[in-house]
């Protein structure tokens, strides 16, 4: 009998029991794969778009607008990654002020409205303009669960490419 080489078990990345659909606020982070630097360069501290990285900046900007759930508040494109700040709004429409992150168990609104949906629409729209994959698979996130914290994700995100020599996906 051949013996099938044990596969590697893949690590969970998403909390567990955690709707990905409730209002509130996500940092997401989306590698392309291999962090190839594909997506431009950073010049002077700023960061500065190829071709492939100006169709994900159209295509970021498009998200509030095809999908009306999904309100991106603040992002940045770097040569390898982005980072977004995005918010799903309730289901009255309305933004939640303070509640960053509500439970909610037994409600189970369409797939359409979770973060992991956007971002598989995200990446397939950008792959569909260019002709190929660029993206890693799957993505990071991070509920984002009070103000401060809100707050240190918007300046990280605005801050992102003058400190890009010392990033984590920065490759020397």
């Not at 709707?19 to 989306?30: E, P």
């Not at 950073?42 to 778009?49: A, D, N, R, T, Y």
């Not at 397939?124 to 103000?147: C, M, N, P, Y």
């Not at 992102?160 to 990033?167: G, L, R, T, Y």
Request: aromatic fraction near 10%; glycine fraction near 6%; charge should be neutral.
């Amino acid at each position: 009998m051949i013996l099938l080489k044990e596969l590697p078990v893949r690590k969970k990345i998403r909390l567990n029991n955690y709707d990905y659909s409730n209002a509130g606020c996500y940092f997401v982070t989306i590698c392309v794969q291999d962090g190839h630097e594909m997506l431009g360069e950073i010049m002077k501290g700023q960061s500065v778009l190829n071709e492939y990285g100006l169709v994900v900046k159209q295509e970021i900007e498009n998200i509030s607008k095809i999908r009306k759930e999904c309100v991106v508040e603040n992002f940045v494109i770097m040569p390898n990654h982005i980072h977004l700040i995005v918010q799903i709004v309730g289901d009255d429409g309305n933004r939640p002020v303070k509640d960053y992150t509500e439970q909610r168990a037994d409600c189970h609104p369409p797939l359409r409205k979770s973060i992991p949906n956007m971002v598989q629409g995200l990446k397939g729209a950008v792959t569909r303009q260019i002709g190929f994959s660029l993206w890693q698979r799957s993505f990071h996130d991070h509920i984002i669960r009070d103000e401060a914290e809100y707050q240190k994700t918007w300046k990280y995100i605005d801050e992102n490419p003058a400190k890009w020599s010392d990033d984590c996906y920065y490759k020397k």
